[in-house]
């Protein structure tokens, strides 16, 4: 399942980098989902990163910024 997971992210980034912010979104998502389900770390937090980053750029800071405290909690897991 991590592979899975780091392809999404890496897909998630790519299509920001296209500007196709809602489809960058959907797979960061899928990708954030797949790492966290396969207990990798590293997967689920550069797709957090890329979706804070997306929705950033979808003017969406409150959802960020949920997502930023989202993360934090996790990591102090």
Known sequence: MPPLGFMYVG???LCYE???????REYLQKGI???????????????YAGLMQTLL???????????????EELIAL
Not at 38 to 43: E, H, L, S
Not at 57 to 71: M, R
């Open 11 to 13: 897909l998630g980034e």
């Open 18 to 24: 296209w500007n196709d912010l809602h489809k960058a």
């Open 33 to 47: 989902e797949l790492g966290q389900r396969g207990g990798d770390i590293k997967i689920w937090l550069l797709g």
């Open 57 to 71: 750029a979808l003017g969406k800071s409150s959802q960020t910024w949920s997502l930023f405290t989202e993360v």
